[in-house]
């Protein structure tokens, strides 16, 4: 089963509007941690937003938030007033210990979603 | 610091040949992953490390697929034999073990097999 989902391979926003890129995750662990991720296409890969599991208040940092609901296991991810600069990959990825020997903490990515901001 | 230092940074090679990759994690960092990214099956962990140990490399695709880290500044990635599907881009991150800290990746390797 997939560990992270996101549903969306590609989306168009508007220069200056408001998006929400989706991430659902399926753990059993009640400690994890839920980041964000951008590759933009140059290649590398960019950290921009963590939230963990116990956190009450959703993440923020600058113009991204993250919408956490811990019943519905969903971490999306709010860009607020796009930027031709906000064209990217999006990843969403989240880190949970490894159930199988109690070792250490694996972190997996999700797909990916596209994001292309229009002027 | 310098983050995440991979090498090479391209590489091309003939189908057959033996391939290294190589990765310095950030000084102090007690977790490394290392990632497979491809167009097809996207970002795939292959397998990670915690205090030099590898825990799980249950992502390795096949026995032609091996990894060490010998000491805690550095990794080997190494492909024996390879193929014309294992061209991708791999990743090397590296992370704090310590609460749920983000990882931090390097540059990446761009192999193609030819």
């Known amino acids: 089963a997939q560990k992270i989902t996101q549903t969306q391979p590609g989306m168009f926003v508007q220069e200056k509007e408001a998006v929400t890129l989706d991430c659902t995750y399926d753990t059993s662990d009640q400690s994890y941690g839920l980041f964000w991720y951008k590759q933009p296409s140059s290649g590398e890969m960019i950290f921009l937003i963590y939230?963990?599991?116990?956190?009450?208040q959703n993440a923020t940092e600058g113009r991204y938030s993250l919408n956490f609901q811990k019943a519905r296991k969903s971490a999306n991810l709010v860009i607020s007033a796009s930027q031709l600069g906000d064209s990217a990959m999006y990843f969403c990825a989240m880190r949970e210990r490894n159930f199988h020997n109690n070792a250490g903490n694996m972190l997996t990515f999700g797909g990916g979603t596209r994001l292309m901001v229009k002027p | 610091d310098a983050g995440v230092i991979q090498s090479p940074r391209h590489e091309v090679t003939e189908m057959g040949q033996e391939v290294t990759l190589r990765c310095k994690p950030i000084s102090g960092h007690n977790s490394l992953f290392w990632y497979r990214q491809t167009m097809m099956r996207g970002l795939e962990l292959l397998i990670y490390f915690n205090n030099n140990v590898p825990i799980d490399d249950s992502g390795m695709p096949e026995d032609r697929f091996s990894a060490k880290m010998p000491n805690a500044s550095f990794s080997t990635l190494k492909i024996q034999p390879s193929e014309p599907r294992d061209s991708a881009v791999y990743f090397c991150?590296?992370?704090?073990?310590?609460?749920?800290?983000?990882?931090?990746f390097g540059q990446g390797t761009r192999l193609t097999v030819v």
């Open positions: 991150a590296s992370s704090s073990s310590t609460g749920n800290t983000e990882a931090f």
């Open positions: 939230q963990g599991s116990y956190d009450e």
